[in-house]
């Protein structure tokens, strides 16, 4: 079994920051890449920002400047520090994580349970 686990969402005005934390946990061999999405009500899931077991980032044209995303490979652990929020920023953020849990067996995504962000004043 594997576990996505996120925490560090909550309430912040406008122009505040917050940080996101995942851990990852389980049976795995290996982590390709971690990233963080978003889904507002009424929308789509999103791509916020991605990082690679290499450390190669990405994010989406919307959060770009103000998020920055980092990972820890040896605690399995991605990070989503977002400043200067803004009130379309409110969204459940999920983490996500592309990993093989045995070396025969190819990698696929998996998701953590979602950490709601609420940027109002």
């Known amino acids: 079994q594997v576990q996505l686990v996120e925490s560090g969402g909550g309430l912040v005005q406008p122009g505040g920051s917050l940080r996101l934390s995942c851990a990852a946990s389980?049976?795995?061999?290996?982590?390709?890449?971690m990233g963080w999405y978003r889904q507002a009500p009424g929308k789509q899931r999103e791509l916020v920002a991605s990082?690679?077991?290499?450390?190669?980032?990405n994010y989406s044209d919307s959060v770009k400047g103000r998020f920055t995303i980092s990972g820890d490979n040896a605690k399995k652990s991605v990070y989503l520090q977002m400043n200067s929020l803004k009130p379309e920023d409110t969204a459940v953020y999920y983490c996500?994580?592309?990993?093989?849990?045995?070396?025969?067996?190819?990698?696929?995504?998996?998701w953590g349970q979602g950490t709601q962000v609420t940027v109002s004043s």
């Open positions: 389980g049976s795995i061999f290996s982590i390709n890449a």
């Open positions: 996500n994580a592309d990993l093989r849990q045995k070396f025969n067996i190819p990698p696929r995504p998996y």
């Open positions: 990082i690679t077991s290499t450390g190669r980032t």
